[in-house]
C-alpha cells in the first residue's frame, strides 16, 4: 500500500544529516588546518568518518529507489535482491563511519586529560568500543555462506548458502548499542570533571562543558533505536520492518559527527565574533598571547594554537610544574643578572594569567629604549650598550 511506504523518510533523513554533519566536518577542517593549524590524528578520523557516512548515505538513498521502506509483496521481485544488497552494504560502512568518529573524539579527550584515572578510563571505553566494533562488522559481514546469500535468497532462483539465525544479529546490535550508548555518555560526562578544576571564566567553562558533551545528544538516538531492533529478525518483511533501524542508525552518525565537529570550532568563532573570556584578577580582558604556530605538548595539555592567537581550548593542568623568569641585563662590560619578575606561577593558573605575565614582561622589555635615552642624553652622542635578555625556564617538578 502506498501509505505504508517509508522510504522518503529515509532519503530525507539520510539527506539532511549528510549536508548538516559534511557542513560541521568542513568548517572542522578549515578551523583545524587554516585558523589554528593544529589538524592532528583525530581530525583525520573525522574526515574519514565522514566519508564513510557519505558512502553509507548513497547506499541507503539508493536503496529506497530499489525498495527500501517497502513491504517487500509491493517490490518487483527483481528490485528485492538489489534493495537487500544496498541495505547489508549500509551496516559495515555504519559501523566503520562510527568506529572512526568515536576513535576521533578518544583523541580528542586524551588531549585534554591531567590525570591518569582520566586517561585509563579513556583507554578503556576506546579499547571495548573498537574491540567491539571490529567484532560486529566482521559478524555481519560474515553472517552468510556465501555472503551473496544474504540478498540472492529472495531471488527467483536462490543460490544454495546458509546464513547465522536472524536473532544472533539481532542480540549482537542490542550490544552494540548499548556500548554506544556507555561510550557517549562516558565521552559527554568526563569533559565535567576535566575543565572543573580549572581556572576560567564561569560562562567560558559551561561553555566548554556543553560543546564537548554534546555526544551526549548522538546516545539518544541509539536509545531510541533500541524497540526497534527486533525488527532485524523479520526477515519476510524485512526492508519495510527495519526502516526505524536504518533511520536512527543515520541521524545517531550524523550527529556523532557533527557534534564532534562543533567541539573544534571554538576558535573559529572567535576569529568572526571576537568572543573571548575574561581573567580574573587581571581586569576585564586577558591580555592575547600572541602565538606563530602549534607546538607538540606534553600529555597534560590541550592546546589548539595559530597565528592569531586562536584556540580550540587552552585546558592545562601544570600544577606539577613551576616556571620561573630571569632577566639578564648586559651594560657594556658590566652584567647584572636581575631576578626582574621575582615570581613563579603554577601552570593550574589560567591562559589568561599566563597571558597577563608575559605582557607585563614585554612591556617591561620596552623600557630598554628608555633606559639608552637619557644615558644619550647626558652623554651626548655616545650611547650605553645595553641589551636585554629574557629567558623563561621550568624549575621543577614535583613528584
Not at 566536518?25 to 585558523?35: A, F, P, Q
Not at 566494533?133 to 551473496?148: E, K, N, V, W, Y
Not at 568563532?269 to 602565538?291: D, E, I, K, V
Amino acid at each position: 500500500m502506498a501509505g505504508d511506504t517509508r522510504g522518503l523518510q529515509v532519503a530525507a533523513i539520510a539527506y539532511t544529516f549528510v549536508v548538516i554533519s559534511s557542513i560541521a566536518t568542513c568548517l572542522r577542517v578549515y578551523c583545524r588546518g587554516w585558523v589554528s593549524k593544529a589538524f592532528g590524528p583525530d581530525d583525520y578520523l573525522a574526515v574519514i568518518a565522514q566519508i564513510m557516512f557519505i558512502v553509507y548515505s548513497s547506499y541507503s538513498i539508493t536503496g529506497v529507489k530499489y525498495g527500501t521502506g517497502r513491504h517487500i509483496s509491493d517490490i518487483p521481485t527483481e528490485n528485492i535482491p538489489m534493495a537487500m544488497q544496498m541495505w547489508w552494504t549500509c551496516e559495515p560502512t555504519y559501523v566503520l563511519a562510527n568506529m572512526a568518529i568515536k576513535a576521533s573524539i578518544a583523541l580528542f579527550l586524551l588531549r585534554l586529560c591531567v590525570t591518569k584515572l582520566h586517561r585509563a578510563i579513556i583507554w578503556t571505553v576506546f579499547a571495548v568500543t573498537e574491540v567491539y566494533g571490529l567484532f560486529f562488522f566482521l559478524l555481519f559481514i560474515l553472517q552468510c555462506r556465501p555472503t551473496s546469500h544474504f540478498w540472492l535468497r529472495y531471488g527467483d532462483n536462490p543460490p544454495a548458502g546458509t546464513c547465522l539465525d536472524a536473532t544472533v544479529i539481532s542480540d549482537s546490535f542490542y550490544a552494540y548499542s548499548a556500548i554506544s550508548c556507555w561510550t557517549d555518555w562516558t565521552y559527554s560526562i568526563l569533559p565535567i570533571f576535566l575543565v572543573w578544576n580549572l581556572q576560567m571564566n564561569r560562562r567560558v567553562k559551561w561553555s566548554v562543558v556543553g560543546i564537548l558533551a554534546a555526544g551526549a545528544i548522538a546516545s539518544s538516538a541509539t536509545i531510541v533505536r533500541f524497540p526497534y531492533l527486533n525488527s532485524l529478525t523479520d526477515i519476510d518483511d524485512f526492508l519495510f520492518a527495519t526502516t526505524d533501524v536504518a533511520i536512527w542508525s543515520t541521524v545517531e552518525t550524523g550527529i556523532g559527527i557533527t557534534a564532534a565537529a562543533v567541539a573544534t570550532l571554538r576558535p573559529l568563532l572567535r576569529t568572526f565574533f571576537g568572543s573571548g573570556s575574561s581573567a580574573p584578577g587581571h581586569g576585564t580582558s586577558a591580555r592575547q598571547w600572541h602565538r606563530t604556530g602549534s607546538q607538540p605538548h606534553k600529555s597534560h595539555y590541550m592546546r589548539s594554537t595559530g597565528v592569531h592567537g586562536d584556540e580550540a581550548f587552552d585546558l592545562c593542568d601544570n600544577t606539577r610544574k613551576q616556571i620561573g623568569v630571569t632577566t639578564v641585563i648586559e651594560n657594556g662590560q658590566r652584567n647584572m643578572d636581575v631576578d626582574a619578575e621575582a615570581q613563579k606561577y603554577h601552570s593550574g593558573d589560567s591562559q589568561s594569567e599566563a597571558s597577563s605575565n608575559l605582557g607585563r614582561l614585554d612591556d617591561w622589555n620596552t623600557s630598554q629604549s628608555n633606559l639608552a635615552e637619557p644615558a644619550q642624553a647626558a652623554r651626548g652622542t655616545q650611547g650605553w650598550n645595553i641589551t636585554v635578555k629574557k629567558s623563561i625556564i621550568q624549575t621543577r617538578e614535583a613528584v
